[in-house]
């Protein structure tokens, strides 16, 4: 179980799959990622993307 704030708020590497994220969810999100920043995120690379931090560094990784 991770953690919150005071104010509800968790860490950058908690799972989504935690928070209660679906899969379909998943999917969906990296697509609108993929629109918004103008990259290709293939379904094996998604699937290691599994928190926030982990979603920044593959951006930070692919648009430098």
Known sequence: ???T???G????WTE?????????DAVAFMRIVEREFGVSIP???S???TNFRKL???LDAKTG
């Open 47 to 49: 699937a290691g993307i």
């Open 43 to 45: 379904p094996e690379e």
């Open 5 to 7: 704030s005071t104010w």
């Open 56 to 58: 920044v560094a593959h």
């Open 1 to 3: 179980m991770t953690s």
């Open 16 to 24: 989504f799959s935690e928070v209660g994220v679906s899969s379909m």
């Open 9 to 12: 708020v968790r860490p950058a």
